[in-house]
């Protein structure tokens, strides 16, 4: 079984930045993808960033030049570094990973989601 587990959310003002972590743990092979999602109220859950095993990125157009997404392969931990926050970016984000496990089977883990809440 694998568990994912975010961390880092905060109120903060229109402006600030916050930093999001994201530890995968259990039954693990290896990781392919990582990243993040968030959902607003009264919304659809929405992409914001993604990380390939190699590092490659994704961003939505929405937070490109403003989001960073970084991951740390020897920690199972993938990280959302957000600068410039503004009042749409409040949401519950929530972090995503491919796992294969130990018994090589593959599959989307999620995690319980934390609260982003940017004030004006």
């Not at 959902?39 to 390939?52: C, T, Y």
């Not at 490109?64 to 993938?78: C, E, L, Y």
């Amino acid at each position: 079984q694998v568990q994912v587990v975010e961390s880092g959310g905060d109120l903060v003002q229109a402006g600030g930045s916050l930093r999001l972590s994201c530890a995968a743990s259990g039954n693990i092979f290896s990781i392919n993808d990582m990243g993040w999602y968030r959902q607003a109220p009264a919304k659809q859950r929405e992409l914001v960033a993604l990380i390939s095993s190699g590092g490659s990125t994704t961003y939505a157009d929405s937070v490109k030049g403003r989001f960073t997404i970084s991951r740390d392969n020897a920690k199972n931990t993938v990280y959302l570094q957000m600068n410039n926050l503004k009042v749409e970016d409040t949401a519950v984000y929530y972090c995503t990973a491919v796992v294969t496990d130990t018994i090589r089977r593959t599959s989307r883990s999620w995690g319980q989601g934390t609260q982003v809440t940017v004030s004006s």
